[in-house]
């Protein structure tokens, strides 16, 4: 998989990133370091990366400002690297468009797993123009979605979401799986009530009625599920 992905790593702690980056060199990635924003954002503007290691604390910002400024123009995979494991801040991070979150200390070969959970995860997609499920269709270049041909704006969480539930038509799915596949985490950061904001959002936003929802419905004791078939095109 590792071919010519090339990753920025964004840590200032320059022995964490040596280390960091010597694993991904011996897993075949190619890796460009910065210790500061000012440090990725050159980097970024100059090369044409597939993912960034962002950590949250730098010295002249913090990688959530670095993700609002990468998320304006372009859908680059993002996974956070912090010693800050609150759940206003995993949200927040998600929230802003992250596609997964490592707290520190953590283990290398952990990272490299998730680096390539999230890299299967968009291959996955390519090749196809369009997902369509009844009258809401999404657009897999430009991760765009149209409900009878009028554009639905959602946030990155919301589009995860959407992707992960038309990805598992008619299928039942557990809230355990959605920490697994959409956080990749055990539920402890982000929790039942936060996981049903994110839904009620989505439907407020996708369904014509969203006390009585045709395409997400609650499976009481169960989970969730997508009622609608799903095609891709």
Not at 30 to 38: E, K, Q, Y
Not at 141 to 160: G, H, P, Q, S
Request: glycine residues 6%; charged residues 30%.
């Amino acid at each position: 998989m590792s071919g010519s992905i090339k990753i920025l790593l964004v840590e200032d702690d320059e022995s964490l990133s040596r280390g960091v980056a010597f694993k991904l060199e011996r897993e075949g990635f190619t890796v460009l370091t910065a210790g500061s924003v000012r440090e990725a954002r050159e980097l970024f503007n100059k090369h044409k990366v597939d993912l960034v290691v962002l950590d949250v604390a730098l010295p002249d910002g913090d990688g959530f400002q670095f993700c609002r400024e990468i998320r304006k123009r372009s859908d680059v995979f993002i996974i956070f690297l912090t010693a800050c494991d609150q759940e206003v801040d995993i949200v927040m991070g998600y929230d802003m468009g992250a596609d997964n979150y490592i707290t520190k200390p953590f283990s290398v070969s952990v990272m490299v797993s998730k680096i390539k959970a999230v890299l299967r995860r968009g291959k996955a997609l390519k090749g196809y123009e369009k997902l369509v499920s009844k009258e809401i269709v999404i657009y897999l270049d430009t991760m765009r979605v149209y409900k009878n041909d009028e554009e639905i704006y959602l946030t990155r969480t919301e589009m995860k979401l959407l992707q992960y539930f038309t990805s598992n038509p008619r299928q039942i799915m557990a809230k355990e799986q959605f920490f697994k596949e959409l956080w990749d985490i055990e539920g402890d950061f982000i929790s039942e009530s936060t996981l049903q904001v994110h839904i009620r959002r989505l439907r407020e936003k996708i369904e014509d009625d969203p006390s009585h929802p045709q395409y997400i419905k609650t499976i009481r004791g169960a989970g969730y599920i997508w009622m609608e078939g799903c095609v891709y095109q």
